[in-house]
């Protein structure tokens, strides 16, 4: 066997395992984006829900409960003689 031959063999060798090595982490950088795929569909979900109760809300003409929701849900605002406990138990 020549030293040509030697040398495009493992040229070859080379080659071969840096593509292998490169489809692994290519699988597992696609198996990564699935996962955040899946958990920005499922924010997306929640978001629809959300703005679908709130657009009910609206629809009903009781502008009032919509702006309620709206200044305890998302501004942590409550009514005057309210009181309001949080969980803090990490559960």
Known sequence: M???SMFIRL???VIAAASVISLIFMQLDISDKEKEIALVT???KEQK???SE???LLSDGNE???YRTIAEDNLGFGQNDEKIYKDISGN
Request: no cysteine; charged share 40%; proline share 0%.
């Open 2 to 4: 020549s030293k040509t």
């Open 11 to 13: 040229l070859l060798f």
């Open 42 to 44: 499922e924010r997306i």
């Open 49 to 51: 829900i959300r703005n």
């Open 54 to 56: 709130l657009a009910d």
């Open 64 to 66: 009032d409960d919509f």
